[in-house]
């Protein structure tokens, strides 16, 4: 046998005197070894193999190490060709889970999923935070994602569709559902004396831009039958589903008022904030004061939601209260009744016009709300069933995507292109490329039509609230935060003390096996939540 010997140490066979055979895959055989310069370098002791760069643990390419078979025994070398034919078998989703499963932090990487309810977007960020005495300069606590997988920390997402993220989107329609329900019975910095006062839930909805399909008993029945000036029939016959895919869609595209629509959504938050200043104004004008003096007696709150109808015209849901001057602390006067809040609502629901810009193609048009309103006020002196499920609704719809909505997308278009690629309906693409039509008009451009092309024009949040209505998005993550640090008994916010951090973002998303791994989890999660859910309501806890 010839003696172990080699210029890298004892434990490397001499290569002239090593008998064993070299096959494909070996880094020096000669079908797949090159001795080219991106290959080896060349030292004063002759030419060897180039160093290989330390991959992302997380998302970045495998290890490169050389094959060993052909040091192998012959049972061994088959038990490792088998291995490697087995695993290119898998596909890329489950090679990626392996890689990820037998990294030594992986137990640390599914903490950071964990803590993110299974996000499917998670937000990558790189940096350190530090907590020190304010008087002293002593560090209490120090935090740097170098000692994290991947150097990185994961984040969610928030976001409220439930097509592009489900657990953040669960996580956004609880905090609104607890706004939502604050404003109604108290709570959350709310005094609970709101539920006492004048409160109603409004539905504003937009006109008429075109006959549609309805889904009713029949259609759209008429006994001439007729047609339009493009030949087809005026009215329909049929009896439509709720889900049937023609409810919706207008009997005469040529007919519809496509330019009227996207520019109706492009002025509904201009639409709104007239209706609610002329709602004040009718209320100081019955209760016998100036108008300007309206702040001085009461305060009108709401939140609303605006919500997409199977014709993809978008209508408004509001929470309305009367309260004080000083907002939900102060008791709003004695005139302010439900009976003349509601008269109010309606009269200015009629009255409110908004006039949009001239332009020499289409001229002035004056935009108002539909002739459908609905004032529902809502009970008082106690507890309601009415303001819970307010809330739910309000909070389920806030999550809903376009998938869902079969209004517009989910994200926004860059080109003129994109619309045809988006899964809609003939419908909802026509509005769109109104939108970029209109969006390239010179008179048009403050409106930015095409940025919001994928919304139909509609422009702004789903959900809105005044400045009093009750607590922000901002305040109930900041009370989530403190009860997780006070529950995992971590370090909570002190007078005496002072944070410096510096984070920068590094990326989003998951790589193909992170993202399988991350829909398990968040799958266990939401499990867990319905049987802990159950077993309340067992125990009578619920």
């Given at each position: 046998?010839?003696?172990?010997?080699?210029?890298?140490?004892?434990h490397?066979?001499?290569?002239?005197?090593?008998?064993?055979?070299?096959?494909?895959?070996?880094?020096?055989?000669?079908?797949?070894?090159?001795?080219?310069?991106?290959?080896?370098?060349?030292?004063?002791?002759?030419?060897?193999?180039?160093?290989?760069?330390?991959?992302?643990?997380?998302?970045?390419?495998?290890?490169?190490?050389?094959?060993?078979?052909?040091?192998?025994?012959?049972?061994?070398?088959?038990?490792?060709?088998?291995?490697?034919?087995?695993?290119?078998?898998l596909?890329?989703?489950?090679?990626?889970?392996?890689?990820?499963?037998?990294?030594?932090?992986?137990?640390?990487?599914?903490?950071?999923?964990?803590?993110?309810?299974?996000?499917?977007?998670?937000?990558?960020?790189?940096?350190?935070?530090?907590?020190?005495?304010?008087?002293?300069?002593?560090?209490?606590?120090?935090?740097?994602?170098?000692?994290?997988?991947g150097?990185?920390?994961?984040?969610?997402?928030?976001?409220?569709?439930?097509?592009?993220c489900?657990?953040?989107?669960?996580?956004?329609?609880?905090?609104?559902?607890?706004?939502?329900?604050?404003?109604?019975?108290?709570?959350?910095?709310?005094?609970?004396?709101?539920?006492?006062?004048?409160r109603?839930?409004?539905?504003?909805?937009?006109?008429?831009?075109?006959?549609?399909?309805?889904?009713?008993?029949?259609?759209?029945?008429?006994?001439?039958?007729?047609?339009?000036?493009?030949?087809?029939?005026?009215?329909?016959?049929?009896?439509?589903?709720?889900t049937?895919?023609?409810?919706?869609?207008?009997?005469?595209?040529?007919?519809?008022?496509?330019?009227?629509?996207?520019l109706?959504?492009?002025?509904?938050?201009?639409?709104?904030?007239?209706?609610?200043?002329?709602?004040?104004?009718?209320?100081?004008?019955?209760?016998?004061?100036?108008?300007?003096?309206?702040?001085?007696?009461?305060?009108?709150?709401?939140?609303?939601?605006a919500?997409?109808?199977?014709?993809?015209?978008?209508?408004?849901?509001?929470?309305?209260?009367?309260?004080?001057?000083?907002?939900?602390?102060?008791d709003?006067?004695?005139?302010?009744?439900?009976?003349?809040?509601?008269?109010?609502?309606?009269?200015?629901?009629?009255?409110?016009?908004v006039?949009?810009?001239?332009?020499?193609?289409?001229?002035?048009?004056?935009?108002?709300?539909?002739?459908?309103?609905?004032?529902?006020?809502?009970?008082?002196?106690?507890?309601?069933?009415?303001?819970?499920?307010?809330a739910?609704?309000?909070?389920?719809?806030?999550?809903?995507?376009?998938?869902?909505?079969?209004?517009?997308?989910?994200?926004r278009?860059?080109?003129?292109?994109?619309?045809?690629?988006?899964?809609?309906?003939?419908?909802?693409?026509?509005?769109?490329?109104?939108?970029?039509?209109?969006?390239g008009?010179?008179?048009?451009?403050?409106?930015?039509?095409?940025?919001?092309?994928?919304t139909?024009?509609?422009?702004?949040?789903?959900?809105?609230?005044?400045?009093?209505?009750?607590?922000?998005?901002?305040?109930?993550?900041?009370?989530?935060?403190?009860?997780?640090?006070a529950?995992?008994r971590?370090?909570?916010?002190?007078?005496?003390?002072?944070?410096?951090?510096?984070?920068?973002?590094?990326?989003?998303?998951?790589?193909?096996g992170?993202?399988?791994?991350?829909?398990?989890?968040?799958?266990?999660?939401?499990?867990?939540?319905?049987?802990?859910?159950?077993?309340?309501?067992?125990?009578?806890?619920?």
């Open positions: 046998m010839p003696p172990l010997q080699g210029r890298r140490g004892p490397h066979l001499d290569r002239t005197a090593s008998p064993l055979p070299r096959l494909p895959g070996h880094r020096n055989h000669p079908l797949t070894h090159r001795t080219t310069p991106d290959h080896t370098r060349s030292t004063a002791h002759g030419r060897h193999r180039g160093t290989h760069h330390h991959p992302c643990r997380f998302g970045g390419p495998p290890r490169k190490v050389p094959t060993i078979t052909a040091a192998l025994t012959p049972a061994a070398r088959r038990a490792v060709l088998n291995r490697a034919a087995r695993l290119r078998q596909s890329e989703t489950d090679r990626d889970a392996l890689r990820i499963a037998q990294d030594p932090n992986f137990a640390r990487w599914l903490e950071q999923i964990t803590a993110t309810g299974g996000c499917s977007h998670p937000v990558h960020l790189s940096g350190s935070t530090t907590t020190y005495e304010t008087t002293t300069g002593e560090i209490v606590h120090h935090y740097d994602t170098r000692n994290e997988p150097e990185r920390l994961l984040v969610r997402c928030r976001n409220r569709r439930a097509t592009v489900a657990p953040c989107s669960r996580l956004h329609a609880g905090d609104t559902y607890h706004l939502v329900r604050a404003g109604l019975v108290g709570g959350k910095n709310v005094p609970a004396t709101v539920r006492d006062r004048s109603f839930f409004l539905t504003l909805t937009a006109p008429s831009f075109g006959a549609v399909h309805r889904a009713a008993e029949r259609c759209r029945p008429r006994r001439d039958g007729g047609t339009c000036e493009h030949g087809r029939l005026l009215g329909c016959g049929a009896v439509h589903g709720a049937d895919l023609i409810v919706g869609q207008p009997l005469c595209a040529d007919c519809y008022d496509y330019t009227t629509h996207v109706w959504h492009a002025h509904a938050g201009q639409l709104w904030d007239r209706f609610a200043r002329d709602v004040r104004r009718r209320l100081a004008t019955a209760a016998g004061f100036p108008q300007s003096r309206f702040p001085d007696h009461a305060r009108l709150s709401f939140a609303r939601v919500e997409y109808q199977k014709r993809a015209a978008v209508h408004i849901h509001a929470v309305v209260r009367l309260d004080g001057p000083d907002g939900p602390n102060d709003p006067p004695a005139w302010a009744t439900v009976d003349r809040l509601t008269d109010a609502v309606r009269a200015s629901a009629r009255r409110v016009v006039h949009s810009v001239y332009s020499p193609a289409i001229g002035e048009l004056h935009l108002h709300w539909g002739s459908q309103v609905n004032v529902r006020p809502l009970h008082t002196h106690g507890d309601s069933p009415d303001d819970d499920a307010v739910a609704y309000v909070a389920k719809y806030v999550t809903k995507g376009a998938s869902e909505t079969g209004a517009g997308a989910d994200h278009l860059t080109s003129f292109d994109d619309i045809e690629a988006t899964p809609a309906t003939s419908h909802v693409r026509t509005l769109m490329r109104t939108c970029w039509r209109l969006g008009l010179t008179e048009y451009a403050p409106l930015r039509l095409r940025t919001w092309a994928h139909l024009g509609y422009r702004g949040h789903i959900l809105t609230k005044s400045r009093t209505y009750s607590t922000t998005y901002a305040a109930l993550r900041a009370d989530r935060v403190n009860h997780l640090r529950a995992a971590t370090l909570v916010a002190d007078p005496h003390t002072a944070t410096e951090s510096a984070w920068r973002y590094i990326g989003s998303g998951h790589t193909p992170a993202a399988q791994l991350a829909a398990g989890i968040a799958e266990d999660l939401t499990s867990s939540r319905e049987n802990a859910r159950e077993a309340m309501a067992d125990w009578g806890w619920a």
